[in-house]
């Protein structure tokens, strides 16, 4: 049965022995949950947010974008996008957009009426900074409002007052929140077994928060029994081999 977060931070203020820590554990609840969310890729929180590109729209982060390049709002919550999830279509036909680096996307042509459709992309975070969300921008330029679909994950929204919160966590995996809880209730405290609590370790009965994350990440990405394959960046490799960059000097 999965605990709620009042009844984690309560566990977690108990094994610490620090019964009147109560704002402290909550505030250390959130941030444990939102260190999870923005270090890993939980399918478990992934989301979808579908529109359609903007065609109208001449802006850019100074960079002379012209039409159909964007921007396209991503969500309030957009974080990061999941590998080979950026997807727009046309007639039925789904097709990937494969996310650049600014630098790499601005030293791509930029001229008035040029405009297909997109292969390329990049997402810029800066307006997360002014608490706006972030926006997706495409090369070619778009020539026409072709829905879009965005995989995602998303930054988890705080637990209002943990401590005495019915809401359960997002996070699965509770002992790893007990226990990591506990330990960052033990630094506070300036409780000698916190390094334990904290560690990777798995000694005398005793495991570790990061010996239990370790092993709830390798489960999680465990392919049970499917075949992993080499993925390969479709701008050097396929059919058309002008792609691929010189790795020789032929001297004849």
């Known amino acids: 049965m999965a605990q709620s977060a009042q009844t984690i931070c309560t566990l977690a203020r108990q094994i610490a022995k620090c019964p009147q820590y109560t704002t402290q554990s909550g505030q250390l609840l959130n941030m444990i949950l939102q260190e999870l969310a923005q270090d890993y890729d939980f399918d478990t929180i992934r989301k979808t947010h579908s529109s359609t590109f903007v065609t109208s729209s001449v802006s850019g982060p100074g960079n002379q974008y012209i039409a159909g390049c964007g921007p396209n709002p991503m969500p309030a919550d957009f974080l990061r996008a999941e590998n080979n999830e950026v997807i727009w279509y046309l007639q039925g036909v789904r097709y990937v957009i494969v996310i650049l680096d600014q630098a790499e996307f601005d030293r791509l042509t930029q001229t008035s009426g040029f405009n297909s459709y997109p292969t ?52 699965p995996n509770q002992t790893y929140l007990i226990t990591r809880l506990a330990g960052e209730l033990m630094r506070i405290t300036n409780d000698d077994r916190a390094q334990a609590y904290l560690g990777d370790n798995e000694e005398n009965g005793m495991i570790g928060a990061g010996a239990i994350l370790s092993k709830y990440l390798k489960m999680k990405d465990d392919p049970e029994g499917r075949v992993e394959t080499v993925k390969l960046d479709r701008r050097r490799f396929g059919r058309n081999f002008s792609n691929l960059p010189d790795t020789k000097l032929v001297g004849w």
């Open 120 to 171: 390329v992309g990049y997402i810029d975070m800066a307006p997360v900074a002014d608490s706006l969300p972030p926006n997706l921008y495409v090369w070619p330029p778009a020539s026409g409002a072709y829905s879009f679909t965005v995989r995602y994950f998303p930054q988890k929204d705080d637990i209002v007052t943990p401590e005495s919160s019915s809401t359960i966590p997002w996070f």
